[in-house]
C-alpha cells in the first residue's frame, strides 16, 4: 500500500479545528441520511450505510447526530435533492486529488471548490485526469495500542482474503477488494480485534512526496476543503515527508 498514510490521514482529522470538526459532522451526518433513504436503515443490508456508521465512530460522531441523521432519513424531511459528483485535480507539487461531491447546487459547489484549488496553488481538472491512478479497496486500520501481535493480525487479515498487509510504528493497514468487506470485517471482530477505521476509499498505485512549502500548501487545502460542507471525502497520491 506504500504511501497510502490513511492513518496520519485519521490522525489529522481527529485533531481538526473546530471548523473542520463542525464541517465533517454534518457531511457524515448528510450520508447516513442519504444511504438510510436508499437502502434502509439495517446496516445488516445497507454497505453504505454501514459505512458511513463506521466512519461516524472513528470520527467519535455523538449518538444523538447519528440517530437524528438516521430518523431524517426515514422520514425524508430534508426536502434536499443532493447529487453525487466526482471531482478531479492537481495539488500543490502535482499531487493528483480525488474528492466525492454531494451537492444541491452543482454551480455553486464548482465554483467553491475551484476556488480553493485556485487559492491553495492547484487547479481543478476534466474528468478522468488522475482517476486512473487510483483503485477502489477496503482498508482496515489497526492502532498498535489495541492489538500488539503483527504476526497474528497479518495471518488473520490474509486467511480473510486481504490483499495486502502494511504495519508501521503506530499502526496497521490491511487493503482488500471491496468485496471481500465483510469477511475482514467478521473476522477481525471474531478475534475481538476493534479497528480504527475501517471504509472502503480510493487507493492511489503511487505517490508523491511532499515537504517544505508545497506540504503546508496541501496541508491548507485540505483544511479548505474538509471545511466545505459539499465534499464528502478527499483521495490523494501524497504523503508528507517526515
Known amino acids: 500500500m506504500s504511501g497510502h498514510s490513511k492513518w496520519a490521514n485519521i490522525k489529522r482529522k481527529k485533531g481538526a479545528n473546530d471548523a473542520i470538526r463542525g464541517a465533517l459532522t454534518t457531511k457524515i451526518g448528510r450520508e447516513i441520511t442519504i444511504a438510510v433513504r436508499m437502502g434502509g436503515a439495517d446496516p445488516t443490508g445497507n454497505m453504505r450505510l454501514k459505512l458511513a456508521l463506521s466512519k461516524a465512530k472513528s470520527n467519535n460522531i455523538p449518538k444523538d447526530n447519528i440517530n437524528r441523521a438516521i430518523q431524517k432519513g426515514l422520514g425524508a424531511t430534508d426536502g434536499a435533492n443532493y447529487e453525487e459528483i466526482t471531482y478531479e485535480g492537481y495539488g500543490p507539487g502535482g499531487a493528483a486529488l480525488m474528492l466525492d461531491i454531494l451537492t444541491d447546487n452543482r454551480n455553486r459547489t464548482a465554483a467553491s471548490v475551484r476556488h480553493i484549488f485556485s487559492k491553495h496553488g492547484g487547479n481543478l481538472g476534466e474528468n478522468g485526469c488522475v482517476g486512473w491512478m487510483f483503485h477502489k479497496k477496503a ?51 471474531d478475534h475481538k480485534i476493534e479497528t480504527a477505521s475501517a471504509e472502503i476509499t480510493q487507493v492511489p498505485d503511487t505517490t508523491v512526496k511532499l515537504e517544505g512549502k508545497d506540504a503546508e500548501k496541501m496541508q491548507n487545502l485540505l483544511d479548505a476543503l474538509d471545511e466545505d460542507d459539499d465534499v464528502q471525502n478527499v483521495y490523494g497520491n501524497y504523503e508528507f515527508a517526515d
Open 139 to 189: 482498508v482496515f486500520v489497526v492502532d498498535r495500542e489495541t492489538f500488539e501481535d503483527e504476526d497474528e493480525l497479518m495471518t488473520i487479515a490474509l486467511d480473510a482474503g486481504a490483499e495486502d498487509f502494511e504495519a508501521d510504528e503506530d499502526s496497521y493497514e490491511i487493503t482488500a477488494a471491496p468485496e471481500d468487506y465483510d469477511a475482514i470485517e467478521k473476522a477481525l471482530a
